[in-house]
Every structure is written in C-alpha cells, then in structure tokens.
C-alpha cells in the first residue's frame, strides 16, 4: 500500500525528536524506532515530548503500531490540523 506523502514541517520536527532521543544524525522516516535503539522507556520519553512540545496525542498502543516517523506523522494527520506542530 502506498504511503501519503509527509508533510515537511510535522516530518522534521519528529525526526528531531528522534534523532535527540535515540542519539543518532539521521533516521529514516520509515525506520522501525525498536530496531534503530529505541526502547520502551525512550518510547515513553518520545510520546511526551511530542505532547508537550506539539500537542500531539499519540497512544502507547498507536505508536507500538507503527513505531516509525512515518507512523507518528500518521496519528498526527489522522487527528487533524491541532495535532501537528507549528509551522
């Protein structure tokens, strides 16, 4: 199934969040976030960031989903146009 296309600014600042918490330069958007060294607690640490930071409300049970930048900018777009961070 082909994927939507990622809105910039939402992609660059999960990406962000990312690349902070897992101590890496880059990730790829579609990078499982367990199989790039994550773990649950980093999870948690990621899903409050994105709430406090964005707004975003991403369940534990949404982003075990599809743990990926991908995957989070889904929820967010899937919320409508509250859930994304500002431009």
């Known amino acids: 199934m082909r994927q939507p296309p990622l809105e910039p600014t ?5 990406a ?15 990078a499982n976030f367990f199989e790039v060294g994550g773990h649950s607690f980093l999870a948690v ?6 709430r406090e930071e964005f707004g975003m409300q ?3 049970r ?6 990926t ?5 889904n929820v967010a777009f899937a919320a ?3 859930a994304s961070p500002p431009a």
């Open 10 to 14: 939402t992609t660059d600042a999960v």
């Open 16 to 30: 962000a969040i990312f690349r902070d918490l897992l101590e890496v330069e880059d990730v790829d958007p579609e």
């Open 45 to 50: 640490q990621l899903l409050a960031r994105l």
């Open 58 to 60: 991403v369940t534990v």
């Open 62 to 67: 949404q982003f075990l989903a599809e743990p």
């Open 69 to 73: 930048i991908r995957g989070v900018c």
């Open 80 to 82: 409508g146009p509250s």
